[in-house]
């Protein structure tokens, strides 16, 4: 049965995708987020997209005619650190590209600094976020990390000694919420007022997501989606 679309609350942002990266390797045969923007552009769908890819900008032809914000993960400028974090994703220096393309192109661009780890990323915190600034974006979202027993395995696994050393500060000094651990509240403060004070530097808004840090807060969303255009050109 075909659905009206007309009932269709078109003021909530759809996400693409808080779950997986909507530009995988295989997107650029298959086309499958292509033609999913192809539908949100044709309806008039407002749409937020993450991804760690440079593939989003063989869609600058559909992005730029809609409502619309693209949001980048960059967790680190080391090509080398990058490639253990996020095994298979493009270089940081290929999204830093990319995003400059879509902001030249006037599509509003947000980036993520997430997760924080320290000892692997902490010490480039402000280099991070002068990229992401020089390179079009008009605000940041950042998070520390907070280990699962799955992505701490796999913290363990590749970056032993680094676990180690983490391992008091989380599991003993840290706190439990939900299925998550927590770094002690005075870190995680130290940690995103530094992210906080490099967008200060760079005029770009910055946010927190479940840090329970609200009043670092300078954007009017966490995740950036307050730069989509309210309404059509």
């Known amino acids: 049965m075909k659905r009206d679309l007309k009932r269709i609350d078109h003021s909530h942002v759809i996400s693409m995708s808080n779950s ?13 987020t292509r033609s999913c923007l192809e539908v949100f552009l044709r309806e008039r769908f407002p749409v937020q997209i993450m991804t760690k890819s440079d593939l989003v900008v063989r869609d600058i032809d559909l992005l730029s005619k809609m409502r619309c914000t693209v949001s980048f993960t960059v967790t680190t400028l080391d090509k080398k650190l990058s490639s253990m974090l996020e095994p298979n994703a493009p270089p940081p220096d290929r999204r830093l590209k990319a995003m400059k393309k879509l902001s030249d192109a006037g599509i509003p661009v947000t980036s993520r600094l997430d997760p924080i780890i320290p000892g692997l990323n902490d010490s480039e915190i402000e280099q991070v976020v002068d ?17 699962r027993a799955d992505s701490w ?4 696994n590749v970056f032993p000694e680094v676990a180690s050393k983490l391992h008091h500060l989380y599991f ?4 439990l919420h939900h299925n998550s651990w927590y770094l002690p509240k005075t870190f995680r403060i130290t ?4 992210v906080k004070k490099a967008c200060d530097k760079n005029s770009i808004t910055f946010a927190s997501c479940r840090e329970g840090l609200k009043w670092l807060t300078t954007g009017a969303s966490c995740d950036g989606t307050h730069l989509i255009p309210k309404t059509f050109e």
């Not at 997986?20 to 499958?32: A, G, Q």
């Open 131 to 147: 990229a992401m600034a020089a390179h079009g974006a008009a605000h940041v979202t950042s998070s520390t990390f907070k280990p």
């Open 172 to 175: 003993v000094e840290g706190k």
């Open 20 to 32: 997986s990266d909507p530009y995988p390797p295989i997107e650029s045969n298959f086309k499958l």
């Open 191 to 194: 940690l995103l007022s530094r």
């Open 153 to 156: 395995n796999r913290v363990k």
